[in-house]
């Protein structure tokens, strides 16, 4: 695997590099010795924090995580990033039955085969617990994201009064809000 590792804010010292290589590279097993890992570190006041991607043909693995503490960040994002490729390889296989070299050359025939890891099922599965209906009405995103804020909620689905099509406004983890509209393709 190869490693890109940057910092934001933060001098990436030679510990901790070998901390990232270390952690990460147990997850070289089931990749390629090609297969890109970008890193980045950042530290923003008190927090420590570890962004994770690996491109993978058509998807791409991420996971970010932030302590008070970078080395308790980076097993954070070690320990998730395992638990999505547990995932991911039983999606494969159930839909696949096994390996396929479709799926590019991100990952080592031995990702396919079964391993002592693998006794930690993770249900995979999408259970919708709750189904809520209510009416929607016309109004402009201002107005959504108002609502949004007296109902307490991190997101709202309305109707675009510009627009007559079904929108999301969301709250940014900067605090300021974003809207999706559809695209249809």
């Not at 147990?26 to 491109?55: A, G, N």
């Not at 993770?122 to 016309?138: N, Q, S």
């Not at 109902?151 to 689905?157: E, I, K, Q, R």
Request: glycine share 6%.
């Amino acid at each position: 695997m190869n490693f890109i590792i940057s910092g934001k804010n933060i001098d990436v010292t030679p510990g901790l590099k070998e901390t990232v290589e270390k952690k990460l590279g147990k997850l070289e097993r089931y990749f390629t010795p090609e297969t890109e890992v970008i890193v980045t570190l950042s530290v923003e006041k008190e927090r420590q924090k570890i962004e994770v991607t690996i491109p993978v043909k058509g998807n791409i693995i991420r996971s970010e995580q932030i302590s008070d503490d970078m080395y308790v960040s980076i097993d954070l994002v070690e320990e998730v990033i395992e638990r999505q490729l547990r995932k991911y390889k039983n999606k494969l296989v159930a839909r696949h039955k096994g390996y396929n070299t479709s799926h590019g050359n991100s990952f080592r025939k031995e990702f396919f085969e079964p391993h002592e890891d693998d006794s930690i099922q993770e249900d995979g599965d999408v259970h919708i617990v709750r189904t809520k209906r209510f009416g929607v009405k016309p109004m402009f995103p201002e107005d959504a994201c108002l609502q949004m804020e007296l109902l307490d909620h991190s997101f709202f689905v309305f109707s675009n009064a510009e627009t007559n099509e079904v929108n999301v406004v969301y709250k940014r983890k900067d605090g300021s809000f974003g809207l999706i509209e559809p695209e249809f393709i």
